[in-house]
């Protein structure tokens, strides 16, 4: 099979499978940049294929960001951009789909000052809340997914001849997407199942707590009365499936943003705003975090807990065992979606309203009330290792096994 058909399949993989596009809906890809070209070609067929009304990519130019740092002025700093998210806010107003495809942001010049990229960092944090809003809602299809840049290839695949890189990566992406067999769509229901599984037997168990152990990590997660253990495929208010990660190899839920307490440390870099965090530990006391510190990028660290007042708590934790193919390919990709997924989780900012009883029809103060946390803040770093063991507390006060030594106890 060659590369054309092997892009189509990816393609066919996220209409489908991704945001599940209906016929007659829009689709809004959102920030692709411009290195991703041929991937937002073949899903824009797919698209149409499908029946797709309107396809609609607004492209970003990374350099972009640079050239604003360097030159503008320190009101240009100050403004945001509205463009592409009154488009997220239209589609998803609409009820259509949106599509997240993201190559590795190059990062910034060193030369850079660090006070302007900490404002823009915050500006485009704090001006992208719609779409934070819009993947939180219920109200649309979403998926987020990744293409091969040469920038990416070269940091993940350095061993391998510079000639090679880039379409070693792409057969590793296509491998881990689930996008390189004979019935990919096949493939994924059979997967999407598996994960369906998992979340049913945690969501019987409604536990009450989740108590992690490790080197450098002992924390214990509190969870609220309600919460509810999702996984690959998701749900949207009207009923409409889609699988808001491609790839993805976790169930997740919400915790209680006051009830976390104790420390944790990242096992995979994070990066945040341009820039890379690494080997960074938090101290909870109260849902909140007291104390950050990373042996690189640790002010980053910082700004992102600086995002607002509920930057500093948490909205999500994710499960996720060792063997997982991400984690067995032996690469860091240094990128959120495949790192994640390579690794429990967790992530300081906003909850999924989706992620509670009823949650989706709550105001912000009633969800809040119920232990969700809202912020324009999502951002998920990883915890998971084969060293690492997860516990549950049952309801009256039992401590189980979940994980052990970073696999499931428990064969479903």
């Given at each position: 099979?060659?590369?054309?058909?092997?892009?189509?399949?990816?393609?066919?993989?996220?209409?489908?499978?991704?945001?599940?596009?209906?016929?007659?809906?829009?689709?809004?890809?959102?920030?692709?940049?411009?290195?991703?070209?041929?991937?937002?070609?073949?899903?824009?067929?797919?698209?149409?294929?499908?029946?797709?009304?309107?396809?609609?990519?607004?492209?970003?130019?990374?350099?972009?960001?640079?050239?604003?740092?360097?030159?503008?002025?320190?009101?240009?700093?100050?403004?945001?951009?509205?463009?592409?998210?009154?488009?997220?806010?239209?589609?998803?107003?609409?009820?259509?789909?949106?599509?997240?495809?993201?190559?590795?942001?190059?990062?910034?010049?060193?030369?850079?000052?660090?006070?302007?990229?900490?404002?823009?960092?915050?500006?485009?944090?704090?001006?992208?809340?719609?779409?934070?809003?819009?993947?939180?809602?219920g109200k649309l299809q979403w998926s987020a997914v990744r293409s091969p840049t040469r920038a990416w290839a070269n940091m993940v695949l350095p061993n391998l001849p510079e000639e090679e890189r880039l379409s070693a990566f792409w057969e590793l992406v296509l491998r881990l997407s689930r996008a390189d067999g004979q019935d990919p769509v096949a493939d994924w229901q059979e997967h999407l199942s598996t994960l369906a599984k998992r979340k049913d037997y945690l969501n019987e168990k409604k536990y009450a707590a989740l108590k992690y152990s490790?080197?450098?990590?002992?924390?214990?997660?509190?969870?609220?009365?309600?919460?509810?253990?999702?996984?690959?495929?998701?749900?949207?208010?009207?009923?409409?499936?889609?699988?808001?990660?491609?790839?993805?190899?976790?169930?997740?839920?919400?915790?209680?943003?006051?009830?976390?307490?104790?420390?944790?440390?990242?096992?995979?870099?994070l990066e945040y705003s341009g820039m890379l965090i690494e080997n960074f530990s938090l101290r909870f006391e109260k849902g909140e975090v007291v104390h950050a510190e990373a042996e690189q990028g640790e002010?980053?660290?910082?700004?992102?807990?600086?995002?607002?007042?509920?930057?500093?708590?948490?909205?999500?934790?994710?499960?996720?065992?060792?063997?997982?193919?991400?984690?067995?390919?032996?690469?860091?990709?240094?990128?959120?979606?495949?790192?994640?997924?390579?690794?429990?989780?967790?992530?300081l900012g906003s909850s999924y309203k989706s992620s509670l009883l009823d949650g989706e029809d709550m105001s912000d103060r009633d969800f809040t009330a119920a232990g969700g946390n809202i912020s324009a803040l999502h951002l998920d770093f990883m915890i998971g290792s084969a060293e690492m063991d997860v516990d549950g507390t049952t309801q009256d006060g039992n401590s189980e096994p979940i994980m052990r030594s970073g696999e499931w106890v428990h064969d479903l």
């Open positions: 099979m060659n590369f054309e058909a092997k892009l189509d399949q990816y393609a066919q993989v996220i209409v489908r499978v991704g945001v599940n596009l209906q016929p007659c809906q829009r689709l809004l890809m959102w920030n692709p940049p411009y290195e991703t070209a041929p991937l937002v070609r073949a899903v824009t067929k797919a698209a149409y294929q499908a029946g797709a009304k309107l396809v609609v990519p607004i492209y970003r130019d990374e350099q972009l960001d640079i050239l604003r740092l360097k030159h503008g002025s320190d009101e240009s700093i100050e403004e945001f951009n509205h463009v592409a998210m009154d488009a997220v806010q239209s589609f998803s107003d609409r009820g259509d789909a949106l599509l997240s495809i993201q190559g590795l942001p190059p990062g910034y010049p060193k030369d850079l000052d660090p006070e302007r990229i900490k404002k823009l960092g915050r500006l485009n944090t704090v001006g992208s809340t719609p779409y934070v809003e819009a993947v939180t809602s490790a080197p450098g990590t002992d924390l214990k997660v509190g969870l609220p009365a309600g919460h509810i253990w999702e996984s690959g495929s998701d749900q949207t208010k009207s009923g409409r499936s889609y699988t808001a990660n491609i790839p993805t190899e976790e169930v997740y839920t919400m915790p209680d943003r006051l009830h976390v307490d104790g420390v944790v440390r990242s096992t995979k870099p002010q980053y660290l910082k700004n992102a807990l600086a995002v607002d007042e509920n930057a500093r708590f948490t909205g999500e934790v994710a499960l996720v065992p060792n063997s997982s193919p991400i984690s067995q390919s032996g690469v860091i990709f240094y990128d959120g979606l495949y790192d994640e997924n390579a690794s429990n989780h967790i992530a």
